[in-house]
């Protein structure tokens, strides 16, 4: 008998253990998400060119704005002293290869400026619509010196 509640006592431990509730508890609810605001960009800061004075035309610089060609010099001087009264600092100035006479008003040693201050006068002055970026290749003269 001992035995038989020994067996009866084993039964019952071993079937109160597989009766329990095996399931595990619920997770806790997920936490809400996080609503990220974006940071604004920083705005990109340009670099900006030095200011560079307007100082005319530079025999020494290798790009120059002509506003005019003309084939008799009293007519370049004629229409530089308009100018100048007007406020420009042109100068006539020779270029030997084909002897016209260019009126600047502007002068550069970058392509790229010289391009933005003829494109600047086109849209300007009427009078200078067909302005146009001289590449210095040769000696220049200086016209009013000669």
């Known amino acids: ?17 597989s009766c329990k509730n095996k399931e595990k508890p619920a997770p806790p609810p997920p936490a809400p998400p996080k609503i990220e605001t974006p940071k604004p960009k920083p705005k990109p800061v ?13 025999l020494n610089d290798k790009f120059f704005v002509i506003v005019n060609s003309y084939t008799i ?17 042109p100068r006539v100035i020779m270029r030997n290869m084909d002897g016209y006479y260019r009126l600047a008003v502007k002068s550069f040693n970058d392509y790229s400026d010289a391009m933005a201050a003829a494109l600047k006068l086109r ?17 220049i003269e200086d016209e009013e010196q000669n």
């Open 1 to 17: 008998m001992k035995r038989f509640v020994i067996a009866v006592m084993v039964i019952v431990v071993a079937f109160s253990y």
């Open 123 to 139: 849209n300007e002055y009427p009078e200078f619509k067909d302005a146009w970026v001289m590449n210095r290749s040769d000696k």
């Open 73 to 89: 010099p009293e007519y370049a001087r004629e229409k530089s002293k308009e100018w100048s009264k007007k406020g420009f600092k």
């Open 46 to 58: 340009a670099k900006s060119k030095p200011v560079v004075k307007d100082e005319g035309v530079n």
